[in-house]
């Protein structure tokens, strides 16, 4: 697009920059992320403004920039940079009608399911799913903006701290389908309960048209009770007998990789995931679900499912050291329930072997912090490893308190760095390690390492 179409899209005016000069590159707020052809979003945050990265990204490739004031270099300016942020998706999404979108929410589980749903629908034409989790009002916009001009689908997760947050999200890309996954603690301390985070995941459903599909947890009742918000068709997904794609048969392999006979009103189909842990056959049943809103061919469905791999990083990555340590990357974020689950693959891909849990503190969850820690705590001591490492705050030290009166060794850092040199001190080859935190405690680059057989 030339900056003169943009400028149109955005009601913004064009200084010191040519009309005809073509944005082919991402459109990003993050002048990391700049790159040839670039158009840069100077937004002004509370901590930084991007209005003086404006030179750093001219300098790393960017063509122009969307700004609130003439700043010296080829700038598109506007009254409001976010919302022009906003309009420029929109417009971006506008020039593809035949576009099929779909949004992803939920407390846990989105960008695994969102990384499922881009591989699924890649088989059925070209498809934009980026990795990562980039599915707020200032993400979105940069992922939209890796739109293809021959992309047939795009597939987004969308995320939520305040009520109204996923109204606007779908505002900007107007969603065929939409998947919510749970209701959950995640952000419970924004939200104050699991009612307004309900309210506000359920904010994706109502704005589906009629000839949308909305796509509902059978097995979360808050999620299966959002049929009533949407005027689209209701598919239901879970291990409940009454959900409309459904598990049967479900098992798992010594690796933790589930595999199950997926039901549909297609047929059946079975589906054995290259992914580790019981419960992304959840997500899988979700992504199902999603595509054949767009397609009737449940055996590609189910074999664009068997062949998917992890993408996003920190999503239950498992691999072998080489010194024969095995590590289980699940460090990008953490809840009670994500937690539990990944103790469950723990135990399974462990199979006997000596197990060591590093668990950072779990963010956000508002007055049940506390208890919740100890919860988990409890359930680390119920699967009794040899080591608990754990990572943080006060939060993080309650619930090793809680697995040392299972009589497990418990261990504590204050942050990553000394995470990283518990870790190098105590784990031995053979052990399998999981990692686990909610992403501000940082222990995903301290699993890269163990991974690589990098010492610190």
């Given at each position: 697009?030339?900056?003169?179409?943009?400028?149109?899209?955005?009601?913004?005016?064009?200084?010191?920059?040519?009309?005809?000069?073509?944005?082919?590159?991402?459109?990003?707020?993050?002048?990391?992320?700049?790159?040839?052809?670039?158009?840069?979003?100077?937004?002004?945050?509370?901590?930084?403004?991007?209005?003086?990265?404006?030179?750093?990204?001219?300098?790393?490739?960017?063509?122009?920039?969307?700004?609130?004031?003439?700043?010296?270099?080829?700038?598109?300016?506007?009254?409001?940079?976010?919302?022009?942020?906003?309009?420029?998706?929109?417009?971006?999404?506008?020039?593809?009608?035949?576009?099929?979108?779909?949004?992803?929410?939920?407390?846990?589980?989105?960008?695994?399911?969102?990384?499922?749903?881009?591989?699924?629908?890649?088989?059925?034409?070209?498809?934009?799913?980026?990795?990562?989790?980039?599915?707020?009002?200032?993400?979105?916009?940069?992922?939209?903006?890796?739109?293809?001009?021959?992309?047939?689908?795009?597939?987004?997760?969308?995320?939520?701290?305040?009520?109204?947050?996923?109204?606007?999200?779908?505002?900007?890309?107007?969603?065929?389908?939409?998947?919510?996954?749970?209701?959950?603690?995640?952000?419970?301390?924004?939200?104050?309960?699991?009612?307004?985070?309900?309210?506000?995941?359920?904010?994706?459903?109502?704005?589906?048209?009629?000839?949308?599909?909305?796509?509902?947890?059978?097995?979360?009742?808050?999620?299966?009770?959002?049929?009533?918000?949407?005027?689209?068709?209701?598919?239901?997904?879970?291990?409940?007998?009454?959900?409309?794609?459904?598990?049967?048969?479900?098992?798992?392999?010594?690796?933790?990789?589930?595999?199950?006979?997926?039901?549909?009103?297609?047929?059946?189909?079975?589906?054995?995931?290259?992914?580790?842990?019981?419960?992304?056959?959840?997500?899988?049943?979700?992504?199902?679900?999603?595509?054949?809103?767009?397609?009737?061919?449940?055996?590609?469905?189910?074999?664009?499912?068997?062949?998917?791999?992890?993408?996003?990083?920190?999503?239950?990555?498992?691999?072998?050291?080489?010194?024969?340590?095995?590590?289980?990357?699940?460090?990008?974020?953490?809840?009670?329930?994500?937690?539990?689950?990944?103790?469950?693959?723990?135990?399974?891909?462990?199979?006997?072997?000596?197990m060591v849990v590093v668990l950072g503190q779990m963010n956000e969850l508002g007055d049940t912090s506390a208890d919740d820690h100890i919860e988990v705590g409890r359930a680390v001591g119920k699967l009794r490893p040899a080591l608990l490492i754990t990572v943080g705050n006060e939060d993080?030290?309650?619930?090793?308190?809680?697995?040392?009166?299972?009589?497990?060794?418990?261990?504590?850092?204050?942050?990553?760095?000394?995470?990283?040199?518990?870790?190098?001190?105590?784990?031995?080859?053979?052990?399998?390690?999981?990692?686990?935190?909610?992403?501000?405690?940082?222990?995903?680059?301290?699993?890269?390492?163990?991974?690589?057989?990098?010492?610190?």
């Open positions: 697009m030339t900056l003169a179409e943009l400028a149109a899209d955005v009601s913004g005016t064009l200084h010191d920059g040519s009309s005809d000069t073509l944005v082919t590159g991402l459109v990003t707020f993050d002048s990391r992320h700049v790159e040839l052809g670039s158009l840069f979003v100077a937004l002004a945050g509370a901590r930084v403004d991007g209005h003086d990265f404006a030179d750093q990204a001219i300098e790393a490739g960017a063509v122009a920039v969307l700004a609130a004031r003439p700043l010296g270099v080829p700038a598109i300016v506007v009254s409001d940079v976010q919302a022009a942020y906003g309009r420029l998706a929109k417009a971006l999404v506008r020039r593809l009608p035949g576009l099929g979108v779909v949004g992803i929410t939920g407390s846990v589980g989105k960008t695994t399911t969102k990384d499922l749903v881009g591989q699924v629908l890649s088989q059925f034409g070209p498809t934009t799913a980026p990795p990562g989790n980039r599915n707020s009002e200032v993400g979105m916009p940069e992922n939209v903006s890796r739109l293809t001009p021959d992309a047939r689908f795009l597939v987004l997760e969308m995320g939520a701290r305040h009520v109204g947050d996923i109204a606007y999200l779908t505002s900007v890309v107007r969603p065929q389908v939409g998947v919510v996954l749970s209701v959950g603690t995640a952000h419970l301390g924004e939200f104050g309960s699991r009612e307004a985070i309900a309210q506000a995941k359920g904010e994706l459903v109502e704005s589906l048209p009629a000839d949308g599909t909305a796509v509902l947890n059978a097995d979360d009742p808050m999620v299966a009770a959002m049929a009533a918000r949407t005027v689209a068709r209701v598919v239901t997904f879970g291990r409940s007998p009454q959900a409309t794609v459904r598990a049967e048969d479900v098992s798992v392999d010594a690796a933790g990789r589930p595999a199950f006979t997926l039901v549909t009103p297609h047929g059946t189909a079975r589906v054995s995931l290259r992914l580790h842990g019981e419960h992304l056959v959840s997500n899988a049943l979700a992504t199902a679900a999603a595509a054949l809103h767009f397609t009737d061919d449940l055996p590609l469905v189910a074999q664009a499912l068997n062949d998917a791999e992890p993408v996003s990083q920190g999503r239950m990555q498992v691999s072998e050291n080489p010194a024969g340590v095995t590590v289980i990357n699940d460090a990008y974020n953490a809840s009670p329930v994500s937690v539990i689950a990944a103790l469950k693959s723990l135990q399974t891909i462990a199979a006997g072997r000596r993080a030290v309650r619930l090793g308190a809680a697995t040392a009166e299972a009589g497990v060794a418990v261990v504590h850092a204050a942050d990553k760095d000394a995470a990283a040199e518990l870790v190098a001190q105590h784990v031995r080859p053979g052990e399998v390690v999981l990692f686990k935190a909610s992403n501000a405690v940082g222990l995903m680059p301290v699993a890269d390492d163990l991974a690589a057989g990098v010492s610190r």
